[in-house]
Nanobody
Framework: QVQPVESGGGLVQAGDSLRLSCAVS????????VGWFRQAPGKEREFVSA????????YYADSVKGRFTISRDSTKNTVYLQMNSLKPEDTAVYYC????????????????WGQGTQVTVSS
């Protein structure tokens, strides 16, 4: 059983930074691509970023490109999302998800989901 667990959310001011972590337990971590999604109140869950199983390919939503950076540490079975220059519109619950398939911006492409971590950015 593969289980992603998010951490690192919190309340920050606009312009601040946060680093989210996604620890993935279970099967061979290095075989799984990991994606980050977010869901704001009253909105659909949307793609934020993804990283391939080897870490060589990364993908970003246009809304976060240049501000967020995804990375992975296979020695710790963890994927990170470094979020800089945060904006109030980044406020959402952030979810990480894992898949044995390739990294994808499509929500249905992921098989295993974490419970989410709240990120709130005040203006």
């Amino acid at each position: 059983q593969v289980q992603p667990v998010e951490s690192g959310g919190g309340l920050v001011q606009a312009g601040d930074s946060l680093r989210l972590s996604c620890a993935v337990s279970g099967r061979i971590f290095s075989s799984y691509a990991v994606g980050w999604f977010r869901q704001a109140p009253g909105k659909e869950r949307e793609f934020v970023s993804a990283i391939s199983w080897g870490g060589g390919r990364t993908y970003y939503a246009d809304s976060v490109k240049g501000r967020f950076t995804i990375s992975r540490d296979s020695t710790k079975n963890t994927v990170y999302l470094q979020m800089n220059s945060l904006k109030p519109e980044d406020t959402a619950v952030y979810y990480c998800a894992a898949t044995p398939q390739g990294a994808s911006p499509i929500r249905n492409g992921y098989d295993y989901w974490g419970q989410g971590t709240q990120v709130t950015v005040s203006s």
